[in-house]
């Protein structure tokens, strides 16, 4: 007589593991999502629920855009200190920057901003994309003066807003398609360049680039007017070691020689950041992925968590109206 098998009891004990396992971290994947989102984007409420279905105007561009898909993904930070880099570089804008800005002492506070500007007209309604572009012209008209070299200067400069535009655009792809989860086809790039355009047109910039192949001319177009001074030297050094808060200082500095590795030869000669052959495909390129991933790993967790707290509210008004 065949004895029969006793069932097995793996597949409970493994999902009970994985279940504590889960519930053991997940305080500390929220905590660190609120951290980070609090570095970045300041005290400022998400523009938009991103877990959930999404409701009413899609604004500019939409879920199904290449935009969302971009700027979604945490590759974006080290786009972003690139962007900064490079825009530098134009030394009429670094001008502005120098004259205008408190970064040195509140580094926090215009990054918040520039990350707001960036989410709100990437996933807010279109009047919310449109009321931050109007905000951010009226800021451009009261950035005026002189640069060093005696050429006056002016924010509103639809040449100076278009080398901002182009700069941000360049350096949010490259990052996305170096250490993104996912990097665009050559046809998803060339629609990205083609969907941005429409925020340099928001801030009256000059005619931008609508494909890759068009960045690319417009870069070597603009190169003569490139030339890095003291301001734009003393404000590289200031990008690789900013007044950071400790928590983040060690991601931080594994994501900002990401962004120098993914500068031209020659814009890092310029700002005079050096970069050791081998070092950066050996070692910083795995290190910033493993970083971004986890950055990426806790705010998608600190939204699911946020979603399901109002999905409880809302069952939970919906159940007990008096108490709602």
């Given amino acids: 007589m065949t004895t029969p098998p006793l069932p097995s009891t793996a597949p409970d004990v493994g999902a009970a593991i994985d279940a504590a396992v889960r519930a053991a971290v997940e305080p500390f994947r929220v905590q660190l999502g609120r951290g980070l989102r609090g570095f970045i984007a300041g005290d400022g409420e998400p523009i938009r629920d991103l877990i959930g279905p999404i409701e009413g105007d899609p604004g500019l561009f939409g879920p199904d855009s290449v935009t969302w898909k971009v700027h979604s993904d945490g590759a974006m930070l080290i786009g972003g200190i690139r962007a900064l880099l490079l825009q530098i570089m134009h030394p009429l804008a670094m001008a502005g920057v120098a004259d205008h800005s408190d970064y040195r002492h509140h580094p926090e506070a215009r990054l918040a901003r520039t990350s707001q500007f960036v989410a709100t007209t990437t996933f807010g309604t279109t009047e919310q994309a449109h009321q931050a572009a109007a905000i951010v012209k009226r800021v451009h008209s009261r950035v005026v003066g002189t640069a060093p070299d005696g050429r006056p200067y002016s924010a509103s400069d639809p040449h100076l807003i278009s080398w901002v535009h182009h700069a941000e655009v360049d350096s949010f792809l490259a990052a996305h398609q170096r250490y993104g989860a996912e990097p665009l086809t050559e046809a998803e790039a060339d629609q990205y360049v083609a969907e941005m355009a429409v925020i340099n047109e928001l801030l009256d ?94 705010i998608t967790g600190l939204a699911e968590f946020e979603y399901a707290e109002r999905l409880a509210a809302e069952h939970s008004a919906a159940a007990d109206p008096e108490a709602a």
């Fill in 205 to 298: 910039g000059e005619p931008p680039a609508r494909s890759v192949a068009e960045l690319r001319e417009y870069f070597e177009r603009i190169a003569p007017e490139l030339t890095v001074g003291k301001q734009g030297r003393d404000a590289a050094r200031w990008l690789l070691f900013p007044p950071v808060p400790v928590a983040v200082r060690p991601a931080y500095g594994v994501l900002a020689p990401a962004a120098i590795g993914l500068l031209s030869p020659e814009a890092r000669r310029a700002l005079r950041l050096p970069l050791l052959p081998g070092v950066d495909p050996l070692m910083v390129q795995p290190a910033a992925r493993a970083i971004v991933r986890t950055l990426g790993w806790a």
